[in-house]
């Protein structure tokens, strides 16, 4: 088992930026990959970043360029910056990691899932 906790959501202009955190605890020897996913109300949950053990990076074409994916692993947690941030990327942020079943993304499985945090990006 795996638990996700993420913090340093909140509201924010839009150019601004933020930092998402994910403090990951359990079995995350188990886990080669880690990202983060982001959902709004009546739509699927998109994946938006992730990374594998070796540091190989994954994006959503949406957040290319504006989104950076990194994890320290001696602090076992995984972090989201997010610059230039728009109104669209207003949504409910979720760290996520790897697991035998779940929602396969950018070439990973992911079965364990944080709490979410909110991002309120105002124009």
């Known amino acids: 088992q795996v638990q996700l906790v993420e913090s340093g959501g909140g509201s924010v202009q839009a150019g601004g930026s933020l930092r998402l955190s994910c403090a990951a605890s359990g079995d995350t020897d188990s886990t080669d990959c880690m990202g983060w996913f982001r959902q709004t109300p009546g739509k699927e949950r998109e994946g938006v970043a992730g990374?594998?053990?070796?540091?190989?990076?994954s994006y959503a074409d949406s957040v290319k360029g504006r989104f950076t994916i990194s994890k320290d692993n001696a602090k076992n947690t995984l972090y989201l910056e997010m610059n230039s941030l728009k109104p669209e990327d207003t949504a409910m942020y979720y760290c996520?990691?790897?697991?035998?079943?779940?929602?396969?993304?950018?070439?990973?499985?992911?079965?364990?899932w944080g709490q979410g945090t909110q991002v309120t990006v105002s124009s």
């Open positions: 990374i594998d053990s070796d540091g190989t990076t």
């Open positions: 996520a990691a790897q697991s035998s079943f779940g929602t396969k993304w950018a070439g990973c499985i992911f079965g364990y």
